[in-house]
């Protein structure tokens, strides 16, 4: 049995050698899938920082090259002047070694001639004839002149183009005074500015227009400070302005400031007698802080045309006949009846004052007078009714 043992196990070593034991397989773990994907987003991440960087630099490259062009371009913008100075200096080299070459070789042909002149007249046995020299000086000065001359203007013809092209335009704003930094070509030193100041004074038709459109814009935002300084800066300026005037006096009218509204509008009837606003705005004024005696004596102290002023004269008849002073009130009503209209409420009114003032005649009259034009259904009952009374007290 022994030996049957070993030539089994024997044999099965020997297959194992062979073949190889049998290994089940293993089996894949979720951590390997995990593992596989992390190393798959970190591959993304890594190429995209790449493509970042790559076009971050190629941008950068980009910015660097526009700012060396700029740089380049200012830099031959720069050289400009100084290459048109080489020009003018190298023109006007040429025709100055012109000019001084031409006056030496006109010397030493003069001198050469004058003396060959000489030696000629010498040996001939005559005198010299220096009147020969002479005459021939002026027209070795006139060629010099010339020459000079003609250097010269080219000369200024450059220098003028050189100060058209670096010539700078006055500009002249409104303001009055206004200081604009100009920069200047200058060939010694090429960040050279000057300072340019031109002034100029606004008419007094364009301060007021400019306060005007202050007040607008403050009485735009509320601010009825800023409103106030802008009025009383062009009432200093021109005391007539009438708009100014009545805007001032109804702002503080707004704020109930009647002192200040008076102290406005007194000063406009002073300046302007003939604008009645002014004594209607101010008898309204007083009225509002019943002040009805004021108001009535302000509108009293004038006597302007009814064409234009019905309100002026409507007015002073209201507040007349509600504070009992029926004389104004029968001014009032008298200016107001010779309007040509078709309404009857005015000789209704002063109906009623004259009947107050125990005048039947008149009252009665006046009554008939409205009774023949337009009136309300009320009114016209009221007429009827006055009319009816006065008729039989006569009788």
Do not use: C
């Not at 910015?63 to 830099?75: F, R, S």
């Not at 009837?269 to 309204?284: F, G, N, Q, S, W």
């Amino acid at each position: 049995m022994s030996v049957i043992n070993k030539l089994l196990s024997e044999m099965d070593k020997r297959e194992s050698v062979e073949h190889g034991k049998y290994v089940p397989p293993v089996k894949k773990s979720r951590l390997n899938l995990i593992l596989g994907i992390l190393v798959a987003v970190i591959a993304l991440l890594v190429v995209m920082i790449t493509v970042y960087k790559y076009q971050d630099l190629e941008q950068q490259v980009k910015a660097k090259l526009l700012v060396a062009q700029e740089i380049a371009q200012q830099k031959q913008e720069k050289q400009a002047p100084r290459t048109q100075e080489n020009t003018l200096s190298n023109k006007a080299q040429p025709l100055n070694e012109e000019l001084a070459t031409t006056n030496t070789n006109i010397k030493e042909d003069n001198n050469t001639s004058v003396k060959e002149e000489i030696n000629n007249k010498v040996n001939e046995g005559e005198e010299p004839l220096t009147k020969s020299a002479s005459a021939k000086e002026p027209q070795i000065i006139s060629l010099v002149n010339s020459n000079s001359a003609r250097a010269i203007k080219e000369d200024a013809s450059d220098k003028q183009k050189l100060e058209s092209t670096n010539k700078v335009e006055e500009i002249v704003f409104d303001n009055s005074a206004n200081i604009e930094y100009l920069p200047v070509e200058d060939f010694t030193q090429e960040k050279a500015k000057s300072m340019k100041i031109s002034s100029s004074k606004l008419t007094l038709a364009q301060e007021l227009a400019i306060y005007h459109k202050d007040v607008n814009a403050a009485i735009a935002q509320g601010n009825k400070k800023g409103a106030v300084a802008s009025l009383k800066s062009i009432l200093s300026r021109k005391p007539s302005d009438i708009k100014a005037r009545e805007r001032l006096a109804s702002i503080y009218y707004g704020e109930g400031n009647i002192v200040e509204v008076a102290k406005v509008l007194n000063k406009g009837i002073e300046l302007t007698p003939h604008h009645y606003d002014y004594r209607l705005y101010l008898a309204r004024a007083y009225a509002s802080a019943s002040q009805n005696e004021l108001a009535i004596k302000v509108l009293r102290q004038a006597n302007p045309p009814i064409n234009g002023n019905v309100d002026y004269y409507a007015t002073l008849a209201t507040l007349a006949r509600n504070s009992g002073d029926f004389a104004s009130a029968e001014y009032a009503y008298q200016k107001l009846s010779t309007l040509k209209t078709s309404e009857g409420r005015w000789y209704m009114g002063l109906g009623i004052v004259l009947e107050q003032q125990k005048k039947k005649d008149k009252a009665l009259a006046a009554y008939k007078k409205a009774l023949g034009l337009y009136l309300s259904s009320s009114s016209s009952k009221f007429v009827k009714q006055r009319i009816k009374v006065l008729g039989s007290s006569d009788e």
